[in-house]
């Protein structure tokens, strides 16, 4: 490590701050624990990535994929050989430069986590590194989705990192974090439960290309920003950014807008304008959800508008939709939905007696800890009990629930039934990004649904380049995807940031990221 980096750390595990530095005090949507953004999909983990490291391409506000690492890239005639250079100037917190093998090692180990980088690396035959700054993909065949997968915007995001780090088993989280970001992350300082500080990275340079999502240059305005783990009560929160004590509270308890609206000095930002969508997700391993006829009853029993009133109860900020894929967007659809949209609690319960159900009972995970979904277990629980279901709610906190979802043991031997969540328009707007949909068994995502089907429409998805084509398979996967159960949806809203008037700069995008945002 080298002596800039050890002096910053040192100053700042001392807890100093100059008076003229500018701090930027923020209370996250959650807790921070987990700090390896390619081992969970958790998006404090992915905001933390974009922190401390940089990406070979980002997404801008218009859903379009743009250089970021990366300089500039060639494709063969035959779309199977892709050769891309690094621009110049990147280099890593220790001071290392980075290279095309620490891009390769990032690709690869991603490649084993993310359903999208799953999907892409069975079209990759081989990477290789013929210089320092290139780094070269050679695909078995052509396929249309390289930069949308390399530009991810949202979990699991293909991050770069040292080669050194990358090569760590992509079942096991990473023990260092050096990366080639904005920001530098304090190590000695971060407490779980407590604070996590991040420091301005003074040898960062950012592309000169207008900032938009995870596009553009990344310039940092503050010397420091301070996230406030401890502060977990939804009014305390609110009351803090009134006073003044906070700059910055992420994602406001729903109920506490009437209070921020009127609150001097602050002001409501929607980063995010498609928002997030609610989901409720099985584990396909263990009875009773390992057969399909009793996940598509439970389909049947949740309904979204109780989860959307219960949970956001503000009716400009929800709406229900049909489709596994964000409303709005290319590829959502109400094709297949019927199961759910076009159900009612009667037909649930039937469903169930001719499912077989014999009675077991369904342990649902409840955080008590995460203001944006804590009410959805309830809900889920209310719902299914009424359709015949013997449920078992058991509350923790959500750093709890992120490590529990990913046990594979029975639900009596810590496992779970049921889990719920919310996922980011980019995850989910189509059938490679969404990790639901993913049904390669133990590969796939949590819950670990298993259909030879929708992975040979995946594959022809990906395939494909004709975007008729592409909306008319997006379709068919959906259908199949509400025929076996792979999770329920439930709604999407969205979820404005609460923020001091002296805060400026937010790009439009996925995540809360904390480039171009200026203290005054």
Known sequence: MDRRIVAAVLLAAAGTVFAQDKVLRVVPHSNLSILDPIWTTQYMARNHGYMIYDTLFGTDEKSRVQPQMVDKWTVSPDNRLWTFTLRDGLEFHDGKPVTGEDVVASIARWGKRDAMGQKLMTFVDRMDTPDAKTFRIFLREACGFVLEALGKPSSNVPFIMTKRIADT??????????????????RDQFKPGDKAVYLKNTKY????????????????????????LALRDAQAQVNALAKGEIDVLERPAFEGYEQLRKADGVVLVTKDPLGFQYMGRFNHLHPPFNNPKIRQAAIAAMQQEPFLRAQVGIKEFYKPCASMFTCGTPYGSAKGSDVQSKSNMKKAQEMLKASGYDGTPVVILKPTDLAAIQKLPDVAAQLLRQAGFKVDLQAMDWNTVVSRRAKKEPP???GWNIFLTAWVAPDIWNPLTNAAIGSQGEKSWFGWPTDEQIEKLRDQFARATDEAKKKELAESIQVRAFEIGTHAPLGEYVNPLATRKNISGWVIGPGDVYWNVKKN
Do not use: C, M, W
Not at 211 to 219: F, I, M, V
């Open 412 to 414: 009596s031997q810590g």
């Open 205 to 228: 340079r950012p592309r000169k290309d207008t900032p938009s999502g995870t596009a553009g240059g990344k310039h940092v305005y503050v010397d420091r920003v301070e996230l406030n």
């Open 169 to 186: 088993p992509a079942d096991k989280q990473i023990e260092e974090h050096i990366g080639s970001g904005p920001y530098l992350f304090v």
